[in-house]
């Protein structure tokens, strides 16, 4: 046999014998350890969703030295957080828009959730009528859980963040020399980490 028909036979083999032996390994990791995991998705979920300004900024900034960049997407999210509350003061117009953007993403996700759950469900009815068995397993089960968690927890962190910003909107006095105190205090740290990285790279 020729040695290059020789290294395809055997790559094959490899493939057809290891895929599933792995594929299958992988599945029962996920089982044994879905509680755990769906636990970490959550909660990376919820954090993502919390300060998803914060990583907004931090994404659209050019990389650097992280704690400059950190840095540097606090102070845009504080300062964004800011002009919205003086945009939406005393200004129902721009409080309805506002409200209606936040809106929009709840609405998206609900739109895909729901639309994940009837591809599912016809997925599963046309498995069941072509007689194919175990067409749910428990990894489905386990999966269909931590999507609809997720789903609930960036929902209702989406919500209370738009709560927030308008119980802090109808008590804005105060709350705004309290921002302004915090971006300078933003300002200062950046100043002094932008002049410690000059220092290093001079050194």
């Known amino acids: 046999m020729p040695r290059g028909l020789r290294e395809t036979s055997i790559n094959g083999a490899f493939r057809v014998i290891f895929a599933p032996i792995m594929l299958n390994s992988l599945l029962w990791w996920l089982h044994d350890h879905a509680l755990p995991l769906e636990m970490l998705l959550v909660i990376v979920s919820g954090l993502v ?8 900024h931090f994404v ?8 400059t960049w950190v840095l540097k997407a606090r102070l845009l999210s504080v300062n964004s957080k800011l002009f919205n509350l003086c945009e939406c003061h005393n200004n129902a117009f721009a409080t309805l828009v506002y409200v209606a953007r936040a809106f929009v993403l709840v609405l998206i996700m609900m739109g895909l959730f729901l639309g994940g759950i009837f591809l599912e469900v016809v997925a599963i009815r046309s498995a069941a009528r072509a007689g ?17 968690l997720v789903f609930i927890v960036v929902v209702c962190c989406r919500l209370l963040l738009m709560g927030e910003f308008l119980y802090r909107l109808r008590n804005f006095k105060g ?19 932008e002049n410690a990285e000059s220092t290093s790279v001079r050194e």
């Open 49 to 56: 969703a919390i300060y998803a300004d914060t990583i907004r």
């Open 60 to 67: 659209s900034l050019p990389p650097q030295r992280l704690s």
């Open 132 to 148: 194919v068995e175990e067409a749910y397993s428990r990894f489905h089960a386990n999966l269909d859980m931590s999507v609809a």
């Open 175 to 193: 709350y705004d020399h309290y921002l302004m105190e915090h971006v300078a205090e933003l300002e200062e740290k950046l100043v002094v980490a």
